[in-house]
């Protein structure tokens, strides 16, 4: 293909509708394949690097991020018009991410160590020498969120825990912040490049062209994918990762409501706070994260509805991200607004870019139940508050789908046992007395739950996140020399190995 012919987009800046930096180069199906098969090709060096060498190079990769950090920070805030603080704060958790994996990683205990010795006398039969550890899967596909940048981009949780567990990847770069990840794959390209290591390891595709996502998903040799974003994109990718000749395993994040429940006692206590403490939550970010409070369930209480007014009284939001999505923000509030029986409470409009005005609907359980369309999840700053007697919570956690999250507001001392049980039921994490926006990179973390909010009942932020791009593999009778490292007797890479039981 000539210059002349080649295809290119260019970002556009949500802050003003201008577009923002070079025109980027748009992949066509023969480029993606080349990307992947040169992936393949190398896909085992990391398979064979050992944990020191292998910590080493996330920790280079997020040297190498850091070092970028000023021209990320000038190119994310452009695409999508987040302040520079968000910015700078998902430039150090994406580091932080890579740290986070270089600690696991060093140890070994990600790999699963285990080594069963022949035994004679081992009942009901005698047992074979048999040993097991996890192996990366090969070459897998990530695709970028539009609402992260960074932290959840083409070097998010997902490409991180997938190189953490030694595969290659080929991450979709999203549209949207298309400089932004172009700069990640130097900064990537480069930490491989001083770790001796090939640079085909890590690359990224970009375009508009929505059958880039489908030339990832069914080419033969992406052996796993990992998603975030919306249930329409995500239901896509399931549906190609099963309909394969060789399905694979699609670990997508979907989004969620995070409904949340608030007690009778809660409101006698702080009514006000709670009120303030939601508007400010669906809010934050401009009502862009996966984790805001898109229902709340609350009994009748006039205090907290005048503090809900209040607390939405003349205020704003940053542009969205796109003007796709503002665009449906706004087609979903107006169908919304045509509901009978719904108060709709408005904070003030933008008037730049792809502002959009921030919107909060009051109504009952029955009104609900009776229109669908209030339960769904809409992107942007919106919240559905619904009023009912806390005796219906039980109920209604019952029937809510698959959530990340579900909070509960309680007083003092008040016992919630059924509520949270029931809820832990729907939900990946279970929040008391907080707000569900802002996920912890930690151990601990669980994001992601039954569907549809995630295809899997994995997480995508955290270490565990890693065990998603490995599998286990048994080496039965094997001598010592013909063994893996981490199946050795001599372990002489020192991964944490259990012996016999």
Same mark, same amino acid.
């Given at each position: 293909m000539t210059s002349a012919q080649m295809k290119t987009f260019t970002a556009v800046k949500p802050a003003d509708g201008s577009n923002y $930096? +070079?025109?980027?180069? %748009?992949?066509? &199906?023969?480029?993606?394949?080349?990307?992947?098969?040169?992936?393949?090709?190398?896909?085992?060096? #990391?398979? &064979?690097? *050992?944990?020191?060498?292998?910590?080493?190079?996330?920790?280079?990769?997020?040297?190498?991020?850091? *070092?970028?950090?000023?021209?990320?920070?000038?190119?994310?805030? @452009? %695409?999508?018009?987040?302040?520079?603080?968000?910015?700078?704060?998902?430039?150090?958790?994406?580091?932080?991410?890579?740290? #986070?994996?270089?600690?696991?990683?060093?140890?070994?205990?990600?790999?699963?160590?285990?080594?069963?010795?022949?035994?004679?006398?081992?009942?009901?039969?005698?047992?074979?020498?048999?040993?097991?550890?996890?192996?990366? #899967?090969?070459?897998?596909?990530?695709?970028?969120?539009?609402?992260?940048?960074?932290?959840?981009?083409?070097?998010?949780?997902?490409?991180?825990?997938?190189? @953490?567990? $030694?595969?290659?990847?080929?991450?979709? @770069?999203?549209? *949207?912040?298309?400089?932004?990840?172009?700069?990640?794959?130097?900064?990537?390209?480069?930490?491989?490049?001083?770790?001796? /290591?090939?640079?085909?390891?890590?690359?990224?595709? &970009?375009?508009?062209?929505?059958?880039?996502?489908?030339?990832?998903?069914?080419?033969?040799?992406? &052996?796993?994918?990992?998603?975030?974003? *919306?249930?329409?994109?995500?239901?896509?990718?399931?549906? /190609? $990762?099963?309909?394969?000749?060789?399905?694979?395993?699609?670990?997508? %994040?979907?989004?969620?409501?995070?409904?949340?429940?608030?007690?009778?006692?809660?409101?006698?206590?702080?009514?006000?706070? #709670?009120?303030? $403490?939601?508007?400010?939550?669906a809010l934050l970010g401009s009502g862009q994260f996966c984790t805001k409070p898109g229902l709340v369930f609350v009994p009748e209480n006039e205090v907290f509805i005048t503090a809900i007014r209040q607390a939405l009284s003349g205020k704003s939001v940053a542009p969205l991200l796109s003007k796709t999505i503002a665009d449906r923000y706004s087609s979903s509030i107006a169908e919304l607004s045509k509901l009978g029986s719904v108060e709709i409470i408005a904070g003030a409009s933008g008037d730049n870019g792809f502002s959009v005005t921030p919107t909060v609907f009051i109504t009952d359980w029955k009104t609900a139940e009776k229109n669908p369309h209030l339960l769904e999840e809409h992107f942007g700053p919106t919240t559905v508050i619904i009023t009912t007697d806390e005796s219906e919570f039980l109920s209604i956690a019952d029937q809510i789908q698959g959530q990340l999250t579900g909070s509960i507001h309680c007083a003092t001392n008040e016992d919630v046992t059924p509520l949270s049980s029931a809820l832990s039921h729907r939900v990946g994490r279970v929040i008391m007395n907080a707000y569900p926006t802002g996920v912890a990179v930690t151990s601990a973390m669980q994001h992601g739950g039954?569907?549809?909010?995630?295809?899997?009942?994995?997480?995508? +932020?955290? +270490?565990?996140?890693?065990?998603?791009?490995?599998?286990?593999?048994?080496?039965?009778?094997f001598d010592q020399m013909n063994l893996p490292s981490p199946l050795q007797d001599s372990n002489p890479w020192k991964v944490i190995q259990e012996v016999n039981g």
């Open positions: $930096g +070079v025109p980027i180069k %748009e992949f066509n &199906q023969s480029e993606v394949n080349d990307a992947i098969d040169a992936a393949a090709r190398v896909s085992d060096e #990391l398979r &064979q690097v *050992s944990p020191a060498d292998h910590a080493a190079l996330l920790r280079a990769i997020a040297a190498s991020i850091e *070092s970028h950090r000023a021209s990320l920070v000038e190119s994310a805030c @452009a %695409e999508t018009a987040l302040p520079e603080a968000r910015i700078s704060g998902e430039i150090t958790r994406t580091t932080m991410q890579f740290e #986070l994996f270089a600690r696991l990683v060093e140890t070994g205990k990600h790999l699963d160590v285990v080594i069963d010795k022949a035994d004679s006398n081992y009942s009901p039969a005698p047992r074979p020498d048999i040993r097991k550890m996890n192996a990366p #899967l090969g070459v897998v596909a990530i695709f970028a969120a539009s609402n992260f940048p960074l932290a959840f981009s083409v070097a998010g949780g997902d490409a991180a825990s997938a190189i @953490a567990a $030694g595969n290659a990847v080929v991450a979709k @770069a999203h549209p *949207s912040h298309p400089n932004t990840c172009a700069t990640i794959q130097l900064a990537i390209k480069d930490a491989l490049k001083k770790c001796n /290591l090939s640079p085909d390891l890590y690359s990224i595709v &970009q375009g508009v062209d929505p059958q880039i996502t489908h030339w990832l998903a069914l080419h033969p040799s992406i &052996q796993a994918i990992g998603f975030t974003g *919306s249930e329409t994109v995500g239901r896509i990718l399931v549906n /190609l $990762g099963a309909g394969r000749e060789v399905p694979i395993p699609v670990f997508a %994040e979907m989004g969620s409501l995070n409904p949340i429940f608030i007690t009778q006692e809660a409101l006698s206590e702080r009514a006000e706070a #709670l009120a303030t $403490g939601i508007i400010d939550s039954p569907w549809p909010s995630s295809s899997s009942h994995t997480t995508s +932020v955290g +270490v565990d996140a890693i065990y998603r791009f490995l599998r286990p593999v048994a080496y039965q009778g």
